[in-house]
């Protein structure tokens, strides 16, 4: 059996190739932002290969870069998180994209194990002629990210409420944000860490951001 590919090998990899053009880079090398992604055409491809486990491995490569996971909701097709990130050197849209590239290269190992060629030549048929170029195989996310800086408490807490309730809208996966397994919002609800645990946002007034790691 192959071995699988470590998350720190590959973005360590990733740091010499072009960055991910996003709508508005983040220059930043420090700060707490709020960060939206989303899966190309919105296919629900967390939900199609359970790979909810993908985006906490990136959120433990975050930890270990000494990096605070404040929240976040993993949706089938996109992901919300409320992400302190140190001073690491690296500007923030590097670190994520790099958590990009990851994921998706987890996504599509995973989508050819389940042996899903469906999913695959659709994610291979979104690419545009410049990625293709580029000598990407599969588009697994939209080319840009959303983030917005969240530079008060209560626009951090206005973010988390907007991103735990996010579950319950729409197609209406749960009644009550708390239930919804993938996300922060039982521990900010009912004080319980979840499947995966987070840093109160209460403690960043603690939390020294600027410092190199």
Known sequence: MQNKISIYSFINSCLSFPHMPVRSAITATEGVYFITFTCTNWIPLFSLCNGYDVVYKWFDYLKAQKHYII????????????????????????????????????????????????????????????????????????????????RTMKFIEHKLDYMHWNPCKGNKLVSAPEDYVHSSAKFYILGVQGVYPVTSCMELNDIDLTGTL
């Open 71 to 150: 929240g976040y909701v993993i949706m089938p097709n996109h992901v919300h998180a409320v992400i302190a990130f140190s001073n690491s050197g690296k500007s923030i849209n590097t670190i994520v994209s790099n958590g990009k590239r990851f994921m998706a290269y987890e996504l599509v190992e995973r989508l050819k194990q389940q042996n899903k060629p469906l999913l695959l030549n659709e994610l291979s048929q979104a690419m545009n002629n410049t990625e293709k170029k580029q000598g990407k195989l599969h588009k697994v996310f939209e080319t840009s990210f959303d983030w917005k800086e969240c």
